[in-house]
């Protein structure tokens, strides 16, 4: 039990577009996802907290308007890389946290390169 | 906020050999301690955790010991294997009780 998915696994996208990210928790419910940005041979570095049916709480330094998170429910919540560039190219992964005993699960990541 | 040192940065082993890697914190509000697998490439996998009300935890060639007095856990592996190379993250929970905080990670080697 306890499996994250993400979609996509990779995209590769022009500067100036958007770009969504999808996490799931497939087979629990989490009231709270967490999304992270990890550059190569370096730690995770928390961008946002998403709640179900609430706004996100950004980490300092992120910008909102340019990661837009949505958790519209118990299983999905979304990360829009709006207006991408070449510096946001990175490895975005997403947590959900198992409410019963705290423990968060990651998804497998999604690697996004921007042209 | 909660600050998480990991060490060593890199680590390398004979297979058979254990391995040991130490992480310290500074909240001492802090009560979850997970530690994360990650291979190159994918998601990092919760490979075993411990609660502040215990002071180890062991699941087979894997063990973590906690000290709340100093702040500091440590994972420790035994006999170990060429799949068990991965970069290993130490983590805690934040202040806010939600987010974790991870440490930079250790990339363990272990040649055959």
């Known amino acids: 039990g306890a499996v994250v998915s993400q979609h996509p696994s990779w995209v590769i996208c022009k500067s100036g577009t958007s770009v969504k990210i999808e996490c799931r928790s497939l087979?629990?419910?989490?009231?709270?996802m967490f999304w992270y940005r990890q550059f190569p041979k370096q730690s995770l570095m928390l961008m946002a907290t998403?709640?179900?049916?609430?706004?996100?709480?950004?980490e300092q330094g992120v910008e909102k308007d340019k990661f837009l998170i949505n958790h519209a429910s118990l299983t999905l919540s979304t990360l829009t890389v709006t207006s991408a560039h070449p510096e946001d190219s990175s490895f975005y992964i997403c947590?959900?946290?198992?409410?019963?005993?705290?423990?968060?699960?990651f998804g497998p990541g999604t690697r996004l390169t921007v042209l | 906020g909660e600050n998480v040192e990991q060490h060593p940065s890199t680590l390398s082993v004979q297979e058979g050999d254990s391995a040991v890697i130490k992480c310290t914190y500074s909240?001492?509000?802090?009560?979850?301690f997970p530690w994360y697998k990650q291979e190159l490439g994918k998601g990092p996998q919760l490979i075993i955790d411990?609660?502040?009300?215990?002071g180890e935890k062991k699941d087979q060639r894997i063990a973590v010991t906690l000290n709340k007095t100093a702040k500091h856990f440590s994972l420790h592996i035994t006999e170990t294997q060429p799949e068990d190379s991965a970069v290993y993250f130490c983590?805690?929970?934040?202040?806010?009780?939600?987010?974790?905080?991870f440490g930079k990670g250790t990339t363990l080697s272990v040649s055959s």
């Open positions: 947590s959900a946290r198992w409410t019963r005993l705290n423990e968060q699960f």
């Open positions: 087979d629990f419910q989490a009231t709270t």
């Open positions: 998403s709640n179900e049916g609430s706004k996100a709480t950004y």
């Open positions: 909240d001492s509000a802090s009560n979850y």
């Open positions: 411990i609660r502040s009300n215990v």
């Open positions: 983590a805690v929970i934040s202040q806010a009780g939600t987010a974790l905080i």
